[in-house]
């Protein structure tokens, strides 16, 4: 056997560092990632942008899961969290009427089983101008709440849902919320 040189050896302590690195991003990050909570603060009283020129002021104490959020230019998806209750908005080109967007987000809702749309639907306006359909559904232990908007190519979907009761206690705060959704189009590109 041959004596090891020393560039051998730099090349040895080298590449036990390397592997040594990778080992740390594959199995160090992931181990972060779980750390860091999902849910993070939101500034209250201030817009927040979800995607294709739409805001939203979220409730007060509302936090942001960020696993379910994504705004992007033209379309985009916020969840905020009161508790135990989900508040989305989801915003999405669209180019059809208000009646079709509401049957289309109906029957997505009824197609989970379990899931009925309950009550009557009620006409709704933002403080911003937009005129939508709002109406509830529930499920076995579950209520919600859903609205549908139209703006210029866009279509805009809230969704609410929790228990009976954090429900209850929430809705005032986020049908506040929903009144403050505008749609800014120079905000979306």
Do not use: C, K, W
Not at 83 to 109: C, K, S
Not at 165 to 184: K, N
């Amino acid at each position: 056997m041959g004596r090891v040189t020393g560039s051998q050896r730099t090349n040895l302590l080298g590449a036990i560092a390397l592997v040594m690195a990778l080992g740390a991003l594959a199995f160090g990050l992931p181990a972060l990632n779980r750390m860091l909570p999902a849910e993070r603060a939101v500034p209250m009283n201030r817009p927040y942008e979800i995607g294709g020129g739409v805001t939203v002021v979220p409730p007060p104490g509302a936090r942001i899961d960020v696993t379910e959020t994504r705004p992007t230019e033209d379309s985009g998806t916020v969840l905020f969290r009161l508790g135990p209750v989900r508040y989305l908005v989801t915003v999405q080109p669209y180019d059809g009427t208000l009646q079709t967007a509401v049957l289309r987000l109906r029957q997505r809702i009824t197609g989970t089983a379990g899931y009925q749309v309950t009550g009557t639907e009620l006409t709704v306006a933002t403080a911003g101008g937009l005129a939508g359909v709002q109406g509830g559904y529930s499920a076995p232990g579950r209520g919600g709440r859903y609205a549908v908007f139209v703006a210029d190519g866009h279509t805009i979907e809230v969704t609410v849902s929790g228990a009976d009761l954090d429900l209850g206690r929430s809705l005032p705060a986020i049908d506040a919320s929903t009144r403050t959704l505008r749609y800014a189009p120079e905000r979306a590109g």
